[in-house]
């Protein structure tokens, strides 16, 4: 078990009223991890699952309350400019994250898309979110990616060592959003809702956020709306 197994427990098992205030510390750790990452070369095998907790963060508890979170603890544009230029930079070894865990990252960055203002404030970033949905939803596992992500150093095992003595814990993970089925229709149906409630406005956004992508990724939005 590593760090995020037990951080990802804790998100599920404890409620928000409870964990509220360790959150950011939790969150600035996980930040402060990721430089760490970057220094080591080892953005990769950290990145795909640092997206998966932060997703099923904003699966249980809503992506208001992961903006509020975030940009609290290190200032406006912190959500935008991370997706940006972190998620998007590493959408394709989320493939080969579980199923489970995959379901939680299209839920995550479905909710992302609809419940925030990023596609009027940041249109690219929304932009981003959409094409790391495509992704997931219409690509197949890319083996070049793997980078042999489950491999570690020492130096990168330093966060989890804080946690050895769970090491062999065996904590069953529940399905936050066990009642989503099937998680491509969720996908889909939210986007299509979105995209049928936006005003004259945003829709103008919308339609010149899609002409920007590729004809494979559009052609995967026309199947969704």
Same mark, same amino acid.
């Given at each position: 078990? !590593?760090?995020?197994?037990?951080?990802?427990?804790? +998100?599920?098992?404890?409620?928000?009223?409870? #964990?509220?205030?360790?959150?950011?510390?939790?969150?600035?750790?996980?930040?402060?991890?990721?430089?760490?990452?970057?220094?080591?070369?080892?953005?990769?095998?950290?990145?795909?699952?640092?997206?998966?907790?932060?997703?099923?963060?904003?699966?249980?508890?809503?992506?208001?309350?992961?903006?509020?979170?975030?940009?609290?603890?290190?200032? %406006?544009?912190?959500?935008? !400019?991370?997706?940006?230029?972190?998620?998007?930079?590493?959408?394709?070894?989320?493939?080969?994250?579980?199923?489970?865990?995959?379901?939680?990252?299209?839920?995550?960055?479905?909710?992302?898309?609809?419940?925030?203002?990023?596609?009027? $404030?940041? %249109?690219?970033?929304?932009?981003? &979110?959409?094409?790391? &949905?495509?992704?997931?939803? +219409?690509?197949?596992?890319? &083996?070049?990616?793997?980078?042999?992500?489950?491999?570690?150093?020492?130096?990168?095992?330093?966060?989890?060592?804080?946690? $050895?003595? #769970?090491?062999?814990?065996?904590? $069953?993970?529940?399905? %936050?959003?066990?009642?989503?089925? !099937?998680?491509?229709?969720?996908?889909?149906?939210?986007?299509?809702?979105?995209?049928?409630?936006?005003? %004259?406005?945003?829709?103008?956004?919308?339609?010149?956020?899609?002409?920007?992508?590729?004809?494979?990724?559009?052609?995967?939005?026309?199947?969704? &709306?």
């Amino acid at each position: 078990m !590593n760090a995020f197994s037990l951080i990802n427990a804790i +998100y599920i098992y404890c409620p928000q009223a409870t #964990l509220g205030q360790y959150v950011p510390t939790i969150v600035d750790l996980l930040m402060r991890k990721l430089s760490k990452a970057v220094e080591h070369d080892k953005v990769v095998p950290y990145v795909k699952h640092m997206i998966h907790s932060q997703c099923l963060f904003v699966t249980i508890f809503g992506a208001p309350a992961f903006f509020q979170t975030l940009e609290g603890l290190r200032g %406006p544009g912190l959500v935008a !400019n991370m997706i940006s230029n972190v998620w998007i930079a590493n959408k394709k070894p989320l493939s080969s994250l579980s199923a489970l865990d995959k379901k939680h990252v299209l839920v995550g960055v479905t909710k992302l898309m609809v419940e925030t203002p990023l596609l009027e $404030s940041f %249109p690219a970033t929304w932009l981003h &979110l959409l094409q790391i &949905l495509l992704s997931l939803v +219409y690509e197949q596992h890319d &083996l070049a990616m793997d980078f042999k992500v489950d491999e570690e150093t020492a130096e990168s095992r330093e966060f989890d060592g804080h946690y $050895s003595k #769970l090491s062999y814990a065996a904590i $069953s993970i529940l399905d %936050p959003v066990a009642e989503i089925t !099937n998680v491509h229709s969720f996908a889909a149906a939210q986007v299509q809702q979105f995209s049928r409630s936006l005003t %004259p406005e945003r829709a103008t956004i919308f339609q010149q956020a899609l002409a920007q992508l590729s004809p494979a990724e559009r052609e995967g939005v026309q199947k969704m &709306l």
